[in-house]
């Protein structure tokens, strides 16, 4: 949001499971979640676990509508890239020391250093590419919340309700929901906007987010959300 721009403080309703989504563009962010070279693009390192990203690369069309809906109301955007300082120093052995990959975090690969601030793969894809004045995090973690400023830079532009897009499902998003929903923030997934290397482990996060009278938060698709946006 550039400065001096209001932001609206109607009270916008979206269709959602388990029940209605209330929100206001003036307290809302529109979060996404690691949308980066190195988990969409073949070549990266999502690929070099044998996962097929073209499952990830599908919901891009649908995030890039929504990211165009939310900068024309004036919403304030916040994109989370994982990446790690160059010495590794903010990546445990428990995290980079898992299986038997072609590449881990920190080695050298089509894109860079896999997963290590600054390199080519680390790069939100062009599609979703941030406008100068959206927050961009780099976060050690899969929560967004976690060694990062997050939860201040929210708190700072009077943030209570998230919207959340990005991948992959069942890790970095919903763990990043799971941190906000404790830290008291009001949140809903876009359904079709996130997505994961398993299909089924994304129809079992969603399911778990709205369990039990919305234990998480809330899920939807991108139209109920457009047609929130454009009710008004």
């Known amino acids: 949001m550039n400065s001096g721009e209001v932001r609206d403080a109607r009270t916008l309703v979206v269709e959602a499971q388990p029940f209605d989504f209330p929100f206001e563009v003036a307290s809302t962010a529109l979060v996404i979640i690691d949308m980066q070279r190195d988990f969409i693009e073949p070549g990266g390192f999502g690929a070099s676990l044998g996962n097929d990203v073209s499952l990830l690369a599908a919901i891009v069309p649908a995030c890039r509508t929504v990211l165009q809906a ?9 994109h989370t890239r994982e990446a790690h300082r160059p010495d590794l120093r903010d990546c445990p052995p428990a995290k980079r020391l898992r299986g038997n990959p072609s590449l881990r975090i920190g080695d050298a690969g089509p894109m860079g250093r896999v997963l290590v601030s600054g390199e080519p793969g680390v790069q939100i894809i062009p599609a979703l590419a941030p406008l100068p004045g959206e927050i961009v995090v780099d976060k050690p973690g899969k929560g967004m919340f976690h060694a990062t400023p997050v939860d201040l830079l929210l708190q700072q532009a009077g943030i209570r309700t998230l919207l959340f897009m990005g991948v992959t499902t069942e890790v ?12 008291g923030y ?6 079709d906007c996130t997505e994961s290397y398993f299909p089924a482990f994304k129809a079992a996060a969603l399911a778990m987010i709205r369990a039990q009278g919305g234990i998480v938060g809330w899920t939807a698709g991108s139209a109920e959300l ?6 008004g």
């Open 70 to 78: 939310w900068r024309a109301q004036g919403g304030l955007v916040l």
């Open 172 to 183: 970095c998003v919903q763990t990043s929901m799971r941190e906000a929903n404790d830290r």
């Open 186 to 191: 009001e949140c809903l997934v876009l359904e």
């Open 226 to 231: 457009l047609a929130a946006l454009h009710s």
